[in-house]
């Protein structure tokens, strides 16, 4: 069998992702992931792991699910994907956006908990 017709089962993925075989029948069901059947045993092509990777992915960097599907659904196998990139890049960089906000957040709300963390030591010192 070349690389390119490699399959994989359910757990294959799972194991190699660190995600658990109900994560990913969840994604099966939302229509992430569209697994070949053999009787009751799910197999996966190259193109199913690829699409795990992206939502993995999609997911890390706070996509929604719904998000990364439309993204993954406009992949076209036989053309350049222009349309897909161009959403890929919109969606990436307002997610950035997001994220260096969130970022700036939690850098403040440390400051914050440093501070009281420091006048609370030092109250306590002051009354050992």
Known sequence: MDQD??????????????VTLRTLRFYEDKGLLKPARVGVTRLFTKRDRARL???????RVGFSLTEVKRM???????GKNVAQLKV????????MRVLEEQRSSIHTAIEELD???????GMLADSE
């Open 5 to 18: 017709d490699a399959v994989y089962k359910i757990g294959d993925l799972a194991e190699e992702f660190g």
């Open 72 to 78: 993954i659904d406009l992949y076209d196998p036989r």
């Open 88 to 95: 890929a890049l919109t969606k990436g960089e307002a997610q």
């Open 53 to 59: 990777k992206l939502i993995l992915l999609g997911k």
């Open 115 to 121: 501070r009281t963390i420091s006048v609370v030591r």
